[in-house]
């Protein structure tokens, strides 16, 4: 009866090539061969590039040469954030910002999350993606909300009342200069 899968022997060859990377080089792409001792690509070998005129420091067929790693520098970093009496205040009004898009049960749910996203992270938006919004009691925001996490100048945990009880915010920010996104939002009866 024949078996499923890898025979023995291929098996643990492709093993030994995960394992060992099998000369992957910087970036994860696979070294060309080389001649021994040298370090110059075997002519013609698997991984060259085929000649052709240079553009920018590409070859036509769009094989890069020549390049170092400085050649593609990072961006620098943001500035790192602190909690001062404006981040305070930009978080407490993104949170309810977030909080009174969220509670409106009476829109249709493309409607409903097209209000909503501008105000989400990327994870925020497919956290609430394929929310009801008739599922939501809340329908508005009946105060201002209270920071009550701020251990973290990166995160915040922000309670907004509703006319459906306290909601809380999960918030995120990337820097100094970048705004407070929600990460989620939560109904009380779901808990954070």
Known sequence: MPRAGFP???AACLLAVLLTGCGAGTEGQVAAPSVPGTGEPVP?????????PAVDGHAA?????GHTDADHVLPEPLPSPTWDD????AALERAEAA????ARPDLPEEQWMAGLA???????AFAHQGTDPRNIPATRVLG????????SAYLAVVVVPTDAGPHE??????????????????????GL
Do not use: K
Not at 44 to 52: L, M, N, Q, S
Not at 61 to 65: L, N, V, Y
Not at 99 to 102: E, I, W, Y
Not at 144 to 151: I, K, N, Q, S
């Open 8 to 10: 023995v022997p291929l």
């Open 44 to 52: 013609g070998g698997e991984g060259a590039a085929a000649p052709g």
């Open 61 to 65: 067929d769009g094989q890069a040469h």
């Open 86 to 89: 404006a981040s305070r205040a």
């Open 99 to 102: 909080v009174r898009a969220f």
């Open 118 to 124: 501008p105000l989400l992270t990327p994870q925020g």
């Open 144 to 151: 201002a909300g209270t920071l009550v996490d701020d251990r």
């Open 169 to 190: 915010v999960l918030l995120s920010r990337a820097g100094a200069d970048s705004p407070w996104l929600a990460e989620l939002v939560t109904a009380p009866e779901e």
